[in-house]
């Protein structure tokens, strides 16, 4: 069964970073789109930023850019979000996905419903 999980979430204030880390047991042959998501109380959930497995061209949330950061280690089937300035406003449920239907990222990255692997969540919560 694969398994998306995440890990790196916790409490920091305004300003702060964090950087999330999520173990991919899939494998797949071919392109595929990798991304991160957030979901906040009462928020419907949104995307943050995506890659392909060929590591080019990352897409990002417009509140993100210039701010987060997202990549891969394929030697450690890993996914990784570096959160830096972290503002009040980024405090939610991180979760990684996986598309793995043989498309790369693309301009509909965002839409959660091509996505058929998700971890468990790893919580982001700052204060200001």
């Known amino acids: 069964q694969v398994q998306l999980v995440e890990s790196g979430g916790g409490a920091v204030q305004a300003g702060g970073s964090l950087r999330l880390s999520c173990v991919d047991s899939?494998?797949?042959?071919?392109?595929?789109?990798m991304a991160w998501f957030r979901q906040a109380p009462g928020k419907e959930r949104e995307g943050v930023a995506s890659i392909n497995n060929g590591a080019v061209t990352p897409y990002y949330a417009e509140s993100v850019k210039g701010r987060f950061t997202i990549s891969q280690d394929n030697a450690k089937n890993t996914l990784y979000l570096q959160m830096n300035s972290l503002k009040p406003e980024d405090t939610a449920m991180y979760f990684c996905?996986?598309?793995?239907?043989?498309?790369?990222?693309?301009?509909?990255?965002?839409?959660?419903?091509?996505?058929?692997?998700w971890g468990q969540g790893t919580q982001v919560t700052v204060s200001s």
């Open positions: 996905a996986a598309d793995r239907r043989g498309r790369w990222c693309d301009w509909q990255w965002k839409d959660s419903g091509r996505y058929g692997d």
């Open positions: 899939g494998y797949t042959r071919g392109p595929y789109c």
